[in-house]
């Protein structure tokens, strides 16, 4: 596990970055790098399903001048090695053990997370970021397994949610949000929920179990959950529908934000898709940001 510290003296201002599916490039990192922002979460599938692909987002990404959290996606199984080591400019296997084997290390500002705890304090409250299960591709079955296995040692879908568990016991904030590739489960069934299942003809629900159990167990311990935070099932449906992304049930924020191509045409402009979230004394305030291409 590990933890990394950010703290800001103002209100805190969290881009959330959808799959990229290859959509990422110099115009990205001038905008971002003109952007008043204190954190980047991508929240995976940075390639376009093969590894040189990925590698070649990561090797872009890594230019950015702000701190940032990068969640592998189900399309990032490659060679986590290499990924690694493009996103942070130090060799893969060294920032591969400080993710899965609990040392820090704080040299480059671009980290992986899964399976990591990190932290942000403000001048309003302290908020412990849990880095949720990488690679998910979502449904009742653990992803990958033999690969999971050998990168993070957890081979069943039990083992991660006690991985999740132990995450929650080792935060001392109160305030938590959870970062993942793929959403919870029990946010709805039908194919045009927020993590519905759109490719089967009866829907389901294809949230992940574990995150769900994690949330469920940090509640039960008096933590309160601003905001869980995901992507993966893209917003616009297989049936041409569009998810919500965004919805509040409690006390708690979820947020979906795989729109892809999250680089698009429209008839006045090419726009770019990211969330913005900012952390103040008021409480989470989110909007969608459309980026002119020249914006």
Known sequence: MTQNFLTVDKDFRLAIVGDLHTHWDHIDLAQFARANYDLLYFTGDLGGGTPD???????????????????????????IHQLAAELTHQNGMNRLLSITKGTENTQNPISLCGYSQHRINTPHTDI????????????????????????????????S?????????????ENLIFLAHNGPQGLGQEPQDMWGCDFKENGGDWGDPDLTDAI?????????????????????????HERPWKT????????????????????????????????????????????????
């Open 53 to 79: 692909s990925t590698l070649r987002i990561a090797q872009s990404i890594a230019q950015l001048n702000q701190p940032a959290l990068v969640m592998p996606g189900n399309n990032d199984t490659g060679d």
């Open 161 to 173: 949610t006690q991985r999740l568990i132990d995450l929650v016991d080792n935060t001392d904030t």
């Open 128 to 159: 412990g970021l849990i880095a949720a299960r990488p690679h998910s591709m979502g449904g009742v079955s653990l992803s990958f397994p033999e690969y999971m296995e050998a990168t993070y040692g957890i081979s069943t879908l039990e083992q």
């Open 248 to 295: 509040t049930i409690g006390d708690t924020l979820y947020i979906n934000a795989a729109k892809v191509p999250r680089i698009f045409q429209s008839k006045e402009d090419v726009h770019r898709h990211h969330i913005l979230m900012t952390i103040n004394e008021q409480g989470i305030q989110i909007e969608e940001k459309l980026i002119p291409e020249y914006g």
């Open 216 to 240: 469920f167990y940090a509640r039960e311990k008096g933590k309160k959950i601003l905001a869980v935070i995901g992507g993966h099932m893209h917003l616009r449906t297989k049936q041409g």
